[in-house]
C-alpha cells in the first residue's frame, strides 16, 4: 500500500487536554451525556464536527492582516467574489455569516407556504429553514443511501424517479427549486456522480424547476468523481467542480467545511433577479450586501481557502486520511457505513450496540460512551438528530442511526485516528455494558444541541 503523508508541515503546535478516565466520567454526566455539552477543555481528540475546526494555511493567516474594514465595497468582497467566480462559476454572491444564513435567505426568498422542497436526504438547519418557510421537505435520494451496508459508488445520487413523481403529483409550480447536496452529509459524506448530476438538471429543466446545491462539500464530491467516475481521471478537482456546479442555478455555502475558514458562507446565484432580492434580505439579517456578517479578513481568508481546497494534492489527503480512519475499522470489525465518505466515518450504532431499541437512544449512547472510554468527542446522527414530526409530535424514526466520527481538515495527524481506532476497539469487546439514555430535557427545535440526557439503567 502506498504511504501518503500530510501534503503540509507544522509550524504551530496547540497542546491537548488529557484527562483521567474518572474526571471524563464526571465531564459527561456534567454535559447531561450530550456530547454539544461537553467544554472542549475536557476533549483530547475533537471530532465532534469538520465545521470551523480547519487549520488554516500560512497564506490564509497572511490573508488575514489584509483585511480591509469598510462598511460598504471592501475590497476583500471583491475577492472573494473573484474566487467563487473563478472556481464555481456562479456570478452573483452574497457573503453570510455561515451557511446557514444562506440558507435562511434562499428559503424565505424562494419558498410559499405548501409548497415542496425535494433534496437528496434533508440537514437539519437546511430543512429547518424550509419548514420555517413553509415549505414541505420531500427525500428523493437512492434507496441505498438508506442502507449502511450498501457499496453504490455514489450513494448522494437523486432517484430521478421520485423526483418526477413528485412533480407530477404536486405540479412544478409547487416545487420553488431542487435542494441538491454534494457530498451528502446525513448518508456519511456520500457524493453524487456527474451522471446523476446532468440527469437530474435536464429532468429540472424539462419542468422549469430550478437546482440550488448545498455546495457545502463540493470538494469533496469532484474528488470522489475523480477517482470512481469513469472519465474523470484525468480531469483536475477544478475543472471537475466546475463542472458539477454548472447543473445549477447556485448554491448556499458553508464556509467552515470546504472553504478551509473557521467562520463564514454565502449565497451564489446566477440569476440577477434572485441576487437582488437576496441583498434585502441581507441587509435585515446579516449585513450590508458587500460583508453578509463578516470582518473583511474573514472574507479574504474565505477567498484563499476557496482556491485551496481543489488543489488536487491537499483534496486527496483529505479525503484518504478519512478513509484511513475507515480501514483501521474495518481491521477491529467495527460496524460503520459503507463506503466511508468524505469528511466523516459514520459509526452504526444499531449494528454496534443490537441490545439498545432506537427509543434507548443507541448512537447517543455510543458517542457518549466513546467520550468516556477515551477523550474523543463524536456526534449523535440518529433518532435524536431527526427530531419530532411537526404534525405528529412523534419521534422521527430514521433507518440510520450512527455515530459521526468528523475529521476537521489538516488538524490531527493519522496517528491520532489510530488512537480513534484503538479506543472504538477497546469499546466494541465490552459493548455490552453500555447502557441506553433517556430525554432529561428536551427542546423544541433542532433538539440534539442542548438536550440532557440520563442513564435508562442508573449508572
Ligand atoms: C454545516 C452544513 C450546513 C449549514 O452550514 P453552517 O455553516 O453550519 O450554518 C448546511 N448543509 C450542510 C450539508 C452542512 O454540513
Same mark, same amino acid.
Given at each position: ?10 509550524? %504551530? ?30 476533549? +483530547?481528540?475533537?471530532? &465532534? ?15 488575514? %492582516?489584509?483585511?480591509? !474594514? ?5 475590497? /476583500? ?13 456562479? !456570478?452573483?454572491?452574497?457573503? =453570510? ?22 433534496? /437528496?436526504?434533508?440537514?437539519? =438547519? =437546511? ?11 420531500? $427525500? ?16 448522494? /445520487? ?18 420553488? +427549486? ?7 452529509? %446525513? ?26 446545491? $448545498? ?18 481521471? *484525468? ?5 471537475? @467542480? ?37 441583498? #434585502? ?16 479578513? *474573514?472574507m479574504e481568508a ?8 481543489? #488543489? ?16 483501521? @475499522? ?30 434507548e437512544l443507541p ?9 468516556? !472510554?477515551?477523550?474523543?468527542?463524536? %456526534? ?10 411537526? *404534525? ?24 491520532? &485516528?489510530?488512537?480513534?481506532a484503538n479506543a472504538?476497539?477497546? &469499546?466494541?469487546?465490552?459493548?455490552? /455494558? ?19 440526557? #440520563? ?5
Open positions: 500500500m502506498d504511504i501518503q503523508a500530510e501534503p503540509y508541515r507544522i509550524k %504551530m503546535v496547540e497542546k491537548l487536554p488529557m484527562l483521567s478516565r474518572r474526571e471524563r466520567e464526571e465531564a459527561i454526566e456534567r454535559a447531561g451525556y450530550n456530547t454539544f455539552l461537553l467544554r472542549s477543555d475536557d476533549v +483530547y481528540i475533537d471530532l &465532534l464536527t469538520d465545521s470551523g475546526t480547519s487549520a488554516m494555511s500560512d497564506e490564509q493567516w497572511a490573508a488575514m %492582516m489584509l483585511g480591509d !474594514e469598510a462598511y460598504s465595497g471592501s475590497r /476583500n468582497f471583491f475577492n472573494l467574489e473573484k474566487a467563487v467566480r473563478d472556481i464555481y462559476g456562479f !456570478e452573483y454572491v452574497t457573503p =453570510t455569516h455561515q451557511g446557514r444564513g444562506a440558507e435562511h435567505i434562499l428559503s424565505s426568498l424562494l419558498i410559499e407556504p405548501g409548497d415542496y422542497v425535494p433534496g /437528496n436526504m434533508y440537514f437539519t =438547519t =437546511t430543512r429547518a429553514h424550509q419548514e420555517r418557510a413553509g415549505g414541505n421537505f420531500v $427525500d428523493v435520494i437512492i434507496d441505498e443511501a438508506h442502507d449502511p451496508a450498501s457499496d453504490h459508488p455514489f450513494k448522494g /445520487n437523486v432517484d430521478l424517479a421520485k423526483l418526477e413523481m413528485l412533480i407530477k403529483n404536486v405540479g412544478p409550480e409547487r416545487i420553488p +427549486y431542487l435542494s441538491l447536496a454534494v457530498t451528502v452529509n %446525513m448518508a456519511g459524506g456520500q457524493p453524487v456522480s456527474m451522471k446523476n448530476l446532468r440527469q437530474t438538471r435536464e429532468l429540472c429543466s424539462q419542468y422549469g424547476v430550478p437546482v440550488y446545491f $448545498d455546495a457545502t462539500r463540493c470538494a469533496e464530491n469532484a474528488y470522489f468523481i475523480q477517482e470512481r467516475e469513469e472519465g474523470y481521471q *484525468d480531469h483536475s478537482v477544478a475543472d471537475i @467542480l466546475k463542472e458539477m456546479m454548472s447543473y445549477g442555478d447556485g448554491c448556499t455555502m458553508s464556509g467552515k467545511k470546504d472553504c478551509l475558514v473557521n467562520i463564514g458562507g454565502f449565497l451564489a446565484t446566477d440569476s440577477a433577479e434572485v441576487y437582488e432580492a437576496a441583498t #434585502e434580505i441581507v441587509t435585515l439579517f446579516e449585513g450590508f450586501p458587500t460583508y453578509g456578517g463578516l470582518a473583511g479578513r *474573514d474565505m477567498a484563499v481557502g476557496i482556491r485551496e481546497m481543489v #488543489e488536487d494534492d491537499y483534496i486527496s489527503h483529505r479525503v484518504q486520511q478519512v478513509r484511513h480512519l475507515g480501514i483501521r @475499522l474495518e481491521e477491529a470489525s467495527i460496524p460503520f457505513v459503507q463506503p466511508v465518505g468524505g469528511h466523516a466515518v459514520f459509526l452504526d450504532a444499531r449494528r454496534f450496540l443490537p441490545h439498545l431499541s432506537q427509543d448512537a447517543q449512547s455510543l458517542a457518549a460512551a466513546l467520550y468516556v !472510554e477515551s477523550g474523543v468527542r463524536t %456526534m449523535e446522527r440518529g433518532v435524536v438528530s431527526a427530531g419530532r414530526d411537526p *404534525d405528529s409530535g412523534e419521534h422521527r424514526y430514521p433507518r440510520l442511526e450512527l455515530v459521526r466520527v468528523t475529521i476537521p481538515r489538516r488538524v490531527y495527524t493519522s496517528q491520532h &485516528l489510530d488512537v480513534v472504538a476497539e477497546n &469499546l466494541y469487546r465490552k459493548r455490552e /455494558n453500555i447502557s441506553g439514555l433517556k430525554f432529561v430535557y428536551e427542546p423544541s427545535v433542532l433538539r440534539f444541541f442542548t438536550a440532557r440526557f #440520563e442513564p435508562i439503567s442508573g449508572k
